[in-house]
């Protein structure tokens, strides 16, 4: 079937679903098809814009009918990995849940929000906030992000210490499955044990295996109170050793552990010179510590002062303060958010996205540093993130004597020595981020044949025809 064709198809489908939308004009288009960094530019024959779950079920019945036609899920489209971009000018249909963006319902006594896949993070929050809860996901791109796709890349973000990654907050779900069924799973139960957690299969899945339409979400009280600390460091195995005692001081209510290098706060302070670094001397490394505590202020902050004290008295932190206004807090975040941007006016960033035990990020960042360092003179390592969860990101930026396009044709080495030892580590390649096309390689490079069989399988089994973003996250 030609585009063409395929367009006048969806059209006689619109007029029998006049809430059905598609787009086909490709500057109407473009939008959808590249994302945010302008790095991956796609095609596809349309775009289309279902308003609820009958229409999307129409679209996975077309696509059955029309031979070679596959639908590409989008939710924000702030994925980095290229997963919810389409590829294809005359067979592929983005399927934009943008308009599938209601709070369905909140029940406090439960603490569960339900909502449609469409749904923004942010607007899930607010919704969650004036009903007096937290929904503790929380991402730089929760603007623009949509649920449906914070679930389909298991998104973590700055809380997972505390709360988990999107998975570990969904209760119920219901999907449209790749025969054009639908299954109800919007169970609000956190008690199910009737057989397989099908659910988990979506969580994760990039939209290769069906299209969320709707979710239930877990919701918590919210702390009475927050405290934030922005402390030097000597060494990640002194931040490993003050983040036990923090989590055992606060008892368990460490929400961030976000661990910063020197040379990430040097490239803040020269190119956000607005931003002010709270400590007086320098140190090797900094961790941004956050507790939040469902007792009074005043408790937190004799909590932090206390755990502050305790690891000046062990050695385990060389400075440290603790934020005394919102403002002071809103500081110490915008440093640990501006490191990607500064590091960026620095050149050529070759970026790896890992996880490995928390107890092994010491011997990892030591490990990959000396492997890079000796591999090319000057290069520069700028790890940074989420300590607390064993995610960082292992960024290396040019030497500075050294041409950006000279120095990013070596990204392949620098993966390989990189990934090796995440591999040997018994890490992850991809903490956050998802496969989607970008690391869809690197992937089967890493999991063992037994592991891509059962991908494939439950792939062959929940999408024979091969309708659901084909060509991502498994080949
Ligand atoms: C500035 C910035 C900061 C970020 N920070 C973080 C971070 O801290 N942590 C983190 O984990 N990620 C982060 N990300 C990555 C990104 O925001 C997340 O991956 C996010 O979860 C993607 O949501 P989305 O709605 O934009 O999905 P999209 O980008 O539209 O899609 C992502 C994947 O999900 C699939 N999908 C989308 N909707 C559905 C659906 N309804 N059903 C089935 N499949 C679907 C798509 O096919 C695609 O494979 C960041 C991105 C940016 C731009």
Known sequence: MSAAELRATLERLCKERPDLRFLSDSEEMTPYLREWRDAYRGEAAAVALPSSVEDVVALVKLARECDGVHLVPQGGNTGLVGGQIAFDSEHAITVSMARMNRILEIDPANNTLTCEAGAL????????????????????????????????TNA?????????????????????????????????????????????LFIGAEGTLGIITRAVLRLFPKPRSLMCAFVGIDSPSAGLSLLREAEEMSGGEVTAFELMPRIAIEMVERHTPSIRIPLESDAPWYVLLEISSSREEKDAIDRTEKILANAFDKNLILDGTIANSKAQEENFWSIR???????????????????????????????????????????????????????????????????????????????????????????????????????????????????????????????????????????
């Open 121 to 152: 993070l942010a607007d899930v929050q607010a919704a969650a906030d004036d009903a007096n809860k937290l929904f503790p996901l929380s991402l730089a791109s929760q603007g623009s992000c949509r649920i449906g796709g914070v679930l389909s």
């Open 156 to 200: 973590g973000g700055c809380e997972v210490l505390r709360y988990g990654c999107a998975g570990d907050l969904l209760l119920g779900i219901e999907v449209v499955l790749s025969d054009g069924s639908v299954w109800d799973g919007m169970r609000p139960l956190r008690k199910d044990n009737t057989g397989y957690d099908l659910k988990r």
């Open 337 to 475: 958010e501006s490191i990607s941007e500064s590091q960026k006016r620095e050149g050529g960033s070759i970026k790896h996205d890992v996880s490995v035990s928390v107890s092994r990020m010491p011997e990892f960042l030591e490990r990959a540093t000396r492997a890079v360092e000796e591999a090319l003179a000057g290069i520069r390592v700028v790890a940074f993130g989420h300590m607390g969860d064993g995610n960082i990101h292992f960024n290396l930026s040019q030497p500075t004597d050294m041409e950006r396009d000279a120095f990013m044709l070596e990204s392949e080495r620098f993966h390989r020595i990189v990934y090796d030892i995440i591999a040997d580590m018994g890490g992850s390649i991809s903490a956050e981020h998802g496969i989607g096309i970008a690391k869809l390689e690197e992937n089967a490079r890493h999991k063992s044949g037994v592991e891509q069989n059962l991908m494939r399988a439950l792939k062959r089994a929940l999408d024979p025809g091969g309708i659901f973003n084909p060509g991502k996250l498994i080949d």
